[in-house]
């Protein structure tokens, strides 16, 4: 079941994905880049990331992240055989459910926009 950490994880990681995508993509769009025909499976890998933490974010209360495991590693298991942005973006998604469950020091989850954590009434 998702707890505070995982949630702030979550947060840490698609922030971190979407960082990613943007420095890959540049003013490009993704549907655009994927419409072009040419394989990107780094900017796939990242929407992977991105997509696993926004699942993670929006779990509900019964769910584990083992559920979600299992529907990343099956996304992972048919991707095998559709190329190789398929597969980045599959193994993406599992390498965030991975960083997300790692163990972490909660000043690290830490939103510098947010200010330190366990702070009230920061703007």
Known sequence: MLNVIS?????????????????????????????????????????????AAAQVRRLSAGVTLDALRAEWTAVRNAAASRGSDWQAYAYGGLDALDEIEAPTDPADLADPAAGPVGSVGTP
């Open 7 to 51: 949630s702030a994880r979550a947060g840490q990681v698609r922030r971190d994905a979407l960082a990613h995508l943007q420095a890959l993509a540049g003013d490009a769009g993704l549907c655009s880049i994927s419409r072009s025909g040419q394989a990107f499976p780094s900017a796939k890998y990242h929407e992977g990331r991105l997509a």
